[in-house]
């Protein structure tokens, strides 16, 4: 599934060239993937005959700002990829799904085997509207986070984004020692932390030398910071080398290249192979359906 570093990718990607283009079309041919909408028709007269202002991200979402202050949110799921084409003509991938046609010829389609990603339109609400925002998002002292959630209350439960939400560690240390539930079940709860899944937990946890069973309020203030910079510049590194793509291939840019961070995974999906720093086997266990990969030398 397509985290915070992928969708990133994607939303630097499009925000290159897509603002200012004016939408002509827009055509749906799965409508499970806006479900959200009464009909595709519906979804469609939101977007038609407007132009994009700004292309933003909150967690994994992607967020296009409209002429109109209403929003494009678009989740990637398991399998969703953004891909552009020059026109009409260009052959479409199998599994395309929707496809926004601009007046300048350009294309932007979406394409989901699994179709477990979704798009909708969020209309903003009136200025004197109560938005309840998540508790763990008010801990943030800055970014854009906050503003997002109040122009779009369909996201106002997603917990601290890592990048659009300021945080520092006193106030991430408060989220950890409100929890008893191990580490990565913490990192990888959307409403809590938005925008880090099963790779970056793991890559992080182990950047940090935690376990990913330790429980959250169990961390020592030394590890707390470790743990608060560690994502921080996991993530970072992940942004700058395109994300992870990987055996499955499903995740590229809207350029249809794929990222290379998965060349410096530390333990995801290294099951059985060395530890780059100890030498150990890489170890992977199950937590609540999901492959969990450590070094219980370096972590333990």
Known sequence: MPELPEVETVRVSLARDMIGRKIKAVTVTNGRVVRRHKSAKDFRALLEGHSIKAVQRLGKYLIIELDNSNHLVIHLGMSGQLL??????????????????????????????????????????????????????????????????????????????????????DRFAAILRSRSTALKIVLTDQDIIAGIGNIYADESLFAAALMYDRPAESLSTIEIRRLHRAISEILTEAIKHGGSTLADEQFVNPDGKPGNYQEYHQVYNREGLPCYQCRQPIKRVTLRGRSTFFCDKCQG
């Open 84 to 169: 552009r084409a020059k026109g009409a003509k260009d052959p479409k991938p199998k599994h395309t799904h929707v496809v926004i046609s601009f007046t300048q010829g350009e294309e932007l389609r979406y394409v989901d085997p699994r179709t477990f990603g979704e798009l909708f339109v969020s209309q903003r609400p009136p200025e004197d509207a109560e938005v309840e925002i998540s508790k763990f998002a008010r801990l943030s002292i800055g970014g854009e986070g906050l503003g997002l959630r109040h122009q779009i209350p369909e996201l106002a439960h997603l917990g601290i984004d890592p990048f659009e939400d300021q945080i520092g560690w």
